[in-house]
């Protein structure tokens, strides 16, 4: 997972929710660094704070996860490769 991609798409489905990066932090129960550090892709993110996120955006994981089409792309032609061999 792209972790800086991965937080733009957490900062912007924040802010479409209404949400303040305070406001997020402490719904979370996490401090505001961490959420700050998510959004600009320098903090990992574990599988539990990814669902907790999800979760109170009301959004599935996948959602947030989302591959670009020339991720999927590449992901589809590599399988086609081991296929072959």
Do not use: W
Request: proline share 1%; charged share 35%.
């Amino acid at each position: 997972m792209d972790a800086k991609r991965f937080g733009r798409r957490v900062k912007a489905f924040r802010k479409l929710k209404g949400y303040t990066q305070l406001q997020f932090a402490e719904k979370l129960e996490q401090p505001i660094a961490m959420i700050g550090g998510v959004e600009r892709g320098t903090k990992e993110v574990t599988e539990d704070l990814l669902n907790q996120i999800a979760d109170t955006l009301a959004i599935s994981k996948e959602e947030l996860i989302l591959q670009t089409s020339s991720d999927e792309t590449e992901k589809q032609s590599n399988e086609r490769e081991q296929e072959n061999v």
